[in-house]
C-alpha cells in the first residue's frame, strides 16, 4: 500500500487534516509511555519495597514497557498496511519489520504475563495482622488507596481503615480495606482480559496482512475478520468503559486513543485490500 493513494472521497484538504490527526493520536500515545512509566515507578517503590528483581521489573514496569512494544508495533502496522509500497515490502525490508514486530511480540506476551501475575498478586490476600494502627506504630508499612497507589500507613491516617475489613498482601506490608481490594482485584481482571484481547486483535491483523502481500485476502476472509474483531473491539471498548467508570483517566484515555489508532489502520487494511482487488479487476479485463 502506497500513502500516494488517498481514502476514497476524501478532499486534499481533508486528507491532509486526516493525516495530521491520525499522527497525532499516533504521538499521544507514545507520550503515554511517559506517562505509565511515572505511574509504575511510583507503585514499584512501595510493592516491590526490598528491592526489584530482574524477573519482577516486567511485572512493576509492565503498563509502561507493554505500551512501549505496542507503540512500535503499531509503527510497523502503519509502515505495512500505508506507508510502504506492496513492491519495498519484500526482502531485507519486511524481514527487518519481521524482526522488530517479533521483538514487540515478545514483550507483548511477557506483559500479558505481568498483567496476569500482578492479577495473582493483588488476589492473594491475608486477613491482617493487627489492626491499623498497631501496623502504623510497628513502621514500614503501606496503605492501598487504590490500584497503583499507595501510601505510608501512619497515625494520621490509620484511622480510616479502623472500621474496615482488613487485608494485606501475602507478600508484602500493604494493608487495605476488603471493598478497596475488591476494586483493584476487578481492575487487574480488566487489565488480563484487555491485554488478551489485543493479543488477539494482532494476531488476526498479523494473518490478514500476512494474506494482503500474498494477495489471498479475499472479500470473504475479510468478512470474517472484521466480525471477529468487531467482537474484539467490542470487548476493548467494554473494558475502556469499566475503566472510566472504575478506574484511573490515564487507563481509559490509552484505551480509548488504541481503539482509535487501530481503527486507522484497519482502515489502511481496507484500502489497501480494495486497492489490490480492483488492481486485479482491472488486469482480469485487460485479459
Not at 87 to 107: D, H, I, P, Q, R
Not at 113 to 121: I, N, R
Request: aromatic content about 16%; hydrophobic content about 55%; charged content about 15%.
Amino acid at each position: 500500500m502506497s500513502e500516494v493513494v488517498s481514502l476514497a472521497g476524501l478532499s486534499a484538504n481533508r486528507y491532509t487534516l486526516f493525516k495530521i490527526f491520525k499522527y497525532v493520536v499516533y504521538s499521544l500515545l507514545a507520550y503515554n509511555v511517559y506517562a505509565f512509566f511515572l505511574e509504575n515507578h511510583a507503585a514499584a517503590g512501595t510493592v516491590f519495597a526490598d528491592g526489584i528483581s530482574l524477573g519482577k521489573i516486567i511485572e512493576a514496569y509492565n503498563d509502561s514497557i507493554d505500551t512501549l512494544a505496542w507503540v512500535v508495533l503499531l509503527l510497523v502496522f502503519e509502515l505495512e498496511t500505508w506507508v510502504l509500497s506492496d513492491e519495498k515490502l519484500k526482502g531485507a525490508t519486511k524481514w527487518a519489520l519481521n524482526a522488530v514486530s517479533a521483538f514487540c511480540y515478545v514483550f507483548i506476551v511477557y506483559s500479558f504475563y505481568g498483567y496476569f501475575s500482578e492479577m495473582v498478586t493483588v488476589t492473594n490476600l491475608l486477613p491482617a495482622s493487627a489492626a491499623a494502627c498497631d501496623l502504623a506504630a510497628n513502621g514500614g508499612w503501606s496503605m492501598v488507596l487504590e490500584q497503583d497507589d499507595y501510601v505510608a500507613l501512619t497515625a494520621a491516617n490509620c484511622g480510616s481503615l479502623a472500621d474496615a475489613s482488613l487485608l494485606q498482601l501475602a507478600d508484602a506490608q500493604v494493608v487495605g480495606s476488603a471493598e478497596v481490594w475488591r476494586e483493584i482485584q476487578w481492575l487487574a481482571w480488566v487489565d488480563v482480559i484487555n491485554s488478551g484481547a489485543w493479543l488477539l486483535v494482532v494476531a488476526i491483523l498479523t494473518f490478514d496482512v500476512w494474506l494482503q502481500l500474498r494477495h489471498q485476502l479475499s472479500d470473504s476472509i475479510m468478512r470474517y475478520s472484521q466480525v471477529i474483531k468487531g467482537i474484539l473491539y467490542f470487548t476493548l471498548l467494554l473494558c475502556a468503559i469499566y475503566w472510566g467508570v472504575n478506574g484511573s483517566f490515564l487507563d481509559f484515555w490509552d484505551a480509548f486513543l488504541w481503539l482509535v489508532a487501530f481503527f486507522f489502520i484497519e482502515m489502511n487494511l481496507f484500502e489497501w485490500q480494495a486497492e489490490t482487488s480492483t488492481e486485479a479487476s482491472v488486469e482480469g479485463s485487460a485479459e
